[in-house]
């Protein structure tokens, strides 16, 4: 059915920053997006991290961003070749490990986390690129082969930037590699909407407003992408589809790189032990010792089973009612969300209309106490994508839902991406449940994968979205991006997306009036 990928992760680190410097800086230059992600060492309190107030939790995350550091950072170029039949790109990966110079703090939940799914910190203290967080710290931002002049170099390219569940993400990026993040949320939100002028995109908002997948995990909303495109290509190319290529890398350079294989998904017949909490949010309690499977292909084959049998069943009773079918159109309230998903996203009671239209309008929204608290707990810990990344909710990402873990820490992206690099594994050759499956999986997580992932989601749904003319796609310096998500981040629990503009009631922060100073040499 769908066909096997094999994703190469350069690894970059302190030794060899300097030797592919150019490399990256030509990759980002030459790219008609970027997709990042970060693995980090925490993210603090969680609760905080998801409060009601937007402004709450923005000073939450603040504060874990200047306590806290990045460990590693994808990045994933993303090069549209327009002499290549249908959507076709050139993708180049990169997975930087980082070590921030100055003192801060990790996480011990976030050092188990990280450590189970491979990352290796020994690694990082020998052979990690260091990096001064704030302003103006380990050499100036615009000269010598540093993070803070990558960014910069990112900042001065002006393409689209795109991450999953990506406000933690920009906090950390904005305080690590550019400058004290401003007290104001209306203030930050301006900064970034000049560093970035071409736009920022958040995939975890894509897909749960635009594609409206039954779960929207980095993990589960990269798969299921990859197979609806893989699905369309053997359908006689007829259906949107995107393709993508690779450079191959031959001599020393084959030393640096990581091959992350990403097998095709098998029939889910007769396979039933799946987790609802792992298949509804990308993360799991248990974790490892939870003895249901985990694996995100059989979710989804087994959701769109669901959906069918649900079509089907609605169908008849059309059939039934003769003339009923007004009845039969409002059977399901939930009618995009596999059966064993539903319970997650019922309203409560005491919801307002507002929730409600939140938990109708897309998957894995928190509905009680008790998902809120493990959406909390699932906050970006550590990793930065798993979420993220479960949407750990890369890493992870901010207030992200425990599907949306994806808050840097990691802990549902963080899931979903140990599971979604962890693609390695054939699924054909592990028994679901098993504790080796489980450590095959969490060997596979990387930074660097998840902004691959990201990087997919976006260029396959701009080409879903163009091809069935939805009049949500508008050109811009010749590409078509998604114009209804421009400038759109998550917010978890939330029926409305955080909007990144100046408003004219905000002012750009004076730190980054001077950087941009830096950046454009004077010309905004």
């Not at 937007?54 to 070749?81: Q, T």
């Not at 990790?106 to 050092?111: A, G, L, M, T, Y």
């Amino acid at each position: 059915m769908a066909s096997s990928l094999v994703v190469p992760v350069i690894d970059v680190q302190n030794d060899n920053f300097k030797e592919l410097w150019p490399a990256m800086v030509v990759a980002i230059k030459t790219s008609s997006f970027v997709a990042l992600d970060t693995e980090l060492s925490g993210l603090g309190n969680r609760k905080s991290l998801l409060a009601e107030s937007i402004e709450d939790r923005y000073k939450a995350i603040c504060h874990a961003a200047r306590s806290r550091s990045i460990l590693s950072l994808g990045i994933a170029c993303y090069k549209k070749l327009d002499s290549k039949a249908a959507d076709t790109y050139l993708v180049q990966v990169y997975n930087l490990t980082l070590l921030c110079s100055e003192e801060y703090i990790i996480e011990p939940q976030s050092v188990q986390f990280l450590v189970q799914h491979g990352f290796d910190f020994n690694k990082q203290y020998a052979h990690g690129i260091p990096y001064c967080k704030g302003n103006n710290k380990g050499g100036s931002d615009d000269r010598g082969v540093h993070i803070r002049a990558l960014f910069t170099e990112l900042l001065r390219a002006r393409k689209p930037l795109v991450l999953h569940n990506g406000l933690i993400d920009m906090a950390f990026l904005y305080q690590s590699f550019y400058a004290h993040l401003p007290e104001r949320l209306a203030t930050f939100t301006a900064d970034l909407s000049e560093m970035f002028p071409a736009g920022i995109y958040d995939t975890k908002y894509v897909t749960e407003f635009e594609l409206r997948l039954p779960a929207s995990y980095l993990e589960y909303a990269y798969k299921k992408c990859k197979l609806d495109n893989s699905r369309s290509l053997t359908s006689g190319g007829t259906g949107p589809h995107v393709h993508v290529e690779f450079c191959p890398y031959t001599g020393h350079m084959s030393a640096y790189v990581d091959y992350r294989e990403c097998p095709a998904a098998v029939s889910a017949e007769g396979q039933t032990d799946i987790c609802q909490r792992f298949s509804a949010f990308g993360w799991c309690p248990n974790g490892a010792q939870c003895p249901l499977s985990h694996d995100t292909d059989l979710i989804i084959l087994q959701d769109e089973k669901g959906k069918e049998d649900k079509r089907k069943k609605r169908k008849r009773h059309r059939e039934k009612k003769k003339g009923g079918g007004a009845v039969a159109e409002g059977s399901s309230t939930f009618d995009s969300a596999p059966e064993t998903k539903v319970r997650h996203m019922e309203v409560d009671q005491e919801e307002t209309p507002g929730d409600h239209q939140k938990a109708t309008a897309g998957p894995c929204t928190e509905s009680d106490g008790n998902v809120q608290q493990e959406e909390a707990e699932n906050v970006k810990t550590g990793n930065g994508v798993c979420e993220d990344k479960p949407d750990a909710r890369n890493s992870a990402t901010i207030a992200t839902t425990d599907e949306d873990s994806n808050m840097k820490t990691n802990v549902d992206d963080s899931v979903e991406n140990r599971t979604a690099d962890g693609g390695r594994e054939k699924f054909s050759d592990r028994s679901p449940g098993t504790e080796a499956q489980k450590k095959t999986e969490a060997g596979t997580h990387r930074a660097g994968f998840d902004a691959f992932m990201t990087g997919y989601i976006f260029a396959h749904s701009c080409t879903l979205i163009k091809k069935e003319g939805a009049g949500a796609v508008e050109e811009k310096d010749g590409q078509s991006w998604l114009s209804t998500c421009l400038n759109k981040v998550y917010l978890s629990g939330k029926a409305a997306p955080l909007n990144v503009v100046k408003s004219t009631f905000s002012k750009s922060s004076k730190a980054h009036t001077q950087k941009m100073e830096i950046v454009w040499g004077g010309r905004m």
